[in-house]
């Protein structure tokens, strides 16, 4: 079972920025589209980028040309580049593989990682 951990988010004045990362523990999740989705309170969990194993990247309109997704294969990782963030950006934001385009995932949930935009 892949085990994934999100880290890197944190409190942030709005217009700031943070990195967040994700960690996977199996390197065969480098062979598959990696995504960054978040759930603010009582709102379902939305998918906000993607990139592909070959670094084809996708956004929602909602954050395109403020966040910017990548990933380090030799370590495992996916990257995800918040700037100028605005309060409606909080959430929980979380990693995952998702399998076509709809809402199945490839692996369990991981804790996911606190963003909070508040002046």
């Known amino acids: 079972q892949v085990q994934l951990v999100e880290s890197g988010g944190g409190l942030v004045q709005p217009g700031g920025s943070l990195r967040l990362s994700c960690a996977a523990s199996r390197s065969i999740f480098n062979t598959y589209t990696m995504g960054w989705y978040r759930q603010a309170p009582g709102k379902q969990r939305e998918l906000v980028a993607t990139i592909t194993s070959g670094g084809s990247t996708n956004y929602a309109d909602s954050v395109k040309g403020r966040f910017t997704i990548s990933r380090d294969n030799a370590k495992n990782t996916v990257y995800l580049q918040v700037n100028s963030l605005k309060p409606e950006d909080k959430a929980v934001y979380y990693c995952?593989?998702?399998?076509?385009?709809?809402?199945?995932?490839?692996?369990?949930w991981g804790q996911g990682t606190q963003v909070t935009v508040s002046s």
């Open positions: 995952n593989a998702p399998i076509g385009g709809g809402t199945l995932v490839r692996a369990s």
